[in-house]
């Protein structure tokens, strides 16, 4: 992808967190622990998930796919916010910020997809038990993350391209830790009318279709939970989805909300890129190992296997 020179502006300044000196350092250390967590619980999910023979199934399998990705959202943010909190310049070149942008949309919108196509899987196990096996064949699996990789690689395609041909003549000052198309739109003096429509158009597309996906599914997995005669039943087939909805309820609400929403640098607009962007790579290994007893098992048997090796 060949970034264009269209601009006097060359590059732009990061304000990040806003906060004086001291408090930065101190946020440096907490985005730090955070980002190094991240980094920890997300490779401890894919290390389990991988390598332990009771894991090999689609609902895993989908989630291995969910920390990789995770774990790269997170890279793509995270270190330059860190750089920012000890550097004085904060600045970051029009090409690094347009990468960066890029990348967000990329693998913001894989996330999406795959927890569009865990909802399917949980439908899948829940609504049709018998003809699962064919529903969920490892081929499918297959297709459905390749489909989730190239259809959120083309939704950054389509935006990114025509965001090199913007023009920024002035104002260089970006309200925010990260780059993102919501926030350079404001800053420049072209025509940007395009721009916003094809965005919202590819958000509401990308967003609301894969969440009206995951709605129904939900809609018809809570028909089939409501039918089981017995209490216990129904709090065990719920548990098997309450990690789910727990990670789309994070994300889905503070990204649609950034992406849909008239930028206005207000606080509000970090505090929402920071939970879909910093918070839930975060959370998500730890919603899914502390709620689950199969994957608190398997992290039991890899331990126990390390600790035979180092012997």
């Keep these: 992808m060949a970034l264009g ?14 906060a004086d000196p001291n ?7 907490l985005f730090l622990e955070i980002y190094l967590l991240t980094l920890m619980g997300n490779l401890m999910m894919l290390l389990v998930i991988r390598t332990d023979s009771h894991l090999q199934t689609p609902m895993y399998f989908f989630l291995s796919h969910l920390s990789f990705v995770d774990l790269c959202f997170s890279s793509v943010t995270v270190p330059k916010l860190l750089e920012n909190l000890l550097s004085k310049t904060k600045i970051i070149s029009k090409e690094g910020c347009l990468i960066q942008a890029f990348f967000v949309l990329d693998i913001g919108g894989t996330e999406t997809l795959l927890l569009s196509a865990m909802a399917y899987d949980h439908y899948a196990a829940i609504c049709h038990p018998l003809l699962y096996g064919q529903m969920m064949s490892s081929q499918v699996c297959m297709r459905l993350v390749w489909a989730s990789r190239s259809l959120s690689f083309l939704d950054a395609v389509i935006n990114i391209p025509l965001a090199t041909n ?5 104002t260089r000052t970006i309200s925010h830790y990260s780059c993102e198309l919501p926030s350079l739109f404001p800053l420049s003096c ?15 597309l990308h967003g609301f279709g894969t969440f009206l996906l995951i709605f129904l599914s939900y809609v018809r997995i809570a028909s089939i939970i409501l039918s089981i005669s017995t209490t216990t039943g129904r709090s065990k087939t719920f548990s098997t989805c309450f990690s789910h909805l727990v990670t789309v309820s994070f994300f889905y609400g503070s990204a649609l909300l950034r992406y849909l929403l008239p930028t206005s640098g207000s606080p509000l607009e970090l505090i929402f890129s920071i939970q879909y962007a910093v918070v839930t790579p975060l959370v998500n290994p730890l919603i899914y190992s502390l709620k689950n007893k199969e994957v608190k098992a398997a992290l039991k048997r890899t331990l126990e296997k390390c600790l035979q090796w180092h012997r």
């Design 190 to 204: 072209s025509d940007v009318t395009s721009n916003v429509t094809v965005l919202v158009v590819s958000t509401v």
């Design 5 to 18: 020179n269209h601009s006097t502006i060359t590059e732009f300044i990061l304000l990040g967190l806003p």
């Design 166 to 170: 913007l023009n920024f003549c002035e």
């Design 23 to 29: 408090i930065q350092a101190l946020l440096f250390v």
